[in-house]
Nanobody
């Protein structure tokens, strides 16, 4: 089993920055990729960013490209999301996810999810 715990969410003003962290524990040696998704009420959960711990390949949604940066530590299988120039439309519950396969597999259906952390951006 794998457990994920997110932290770092909060309420900020438009233009501010936040850094989300995801601590991963358990059978981490089986994991290959980590990422972030977000969800607002009434809409489907959407992909935000992903990273492969070996090689450091990253991928972003068009809506956050250039503003968000994903990073991670392979030894800890941790995942971070640095968010800058936040906009009200970035408000959502952000979920960390990890995957034993590749980034493509994570984007479709991650193996494990965190419990989510709320990010609220006011205009």
């Amino acid at each position: 089993q794998v457990q994920l715990v997110e932290s770092g969410g909060g309420s900020v003003q438009a233009g501010d920055s936040l850094r989300l962290s995801c601590s991963v524990s358990g059978r981490t040696w089986s994991l290959f990729a980590g990422g972030w998704f977000r969800e607002v009420p009434g809409k489907e959960r959407e992909f935000v960013a992903a990273i492969s711990w070996l090689g450091g390949t990253t991928e972003y949604a068009d809506s956050v490209e250039g503003r968000f940066t994903i990073s991670g530590e392979n030894a800890k299988k941790s995942v971070y999301l640095q968010m800058t120039d936040l906009k009200p439309e970035d408000s959502a519950v952000y979920y960390c996810a990890v995957e034993a396969g590749n980034i493509a597999a994570l984007k479709i259906a991650p193996d494990y999810w965190g419990q989510g952390t709320q990010v609220t951006v006011s205009s």
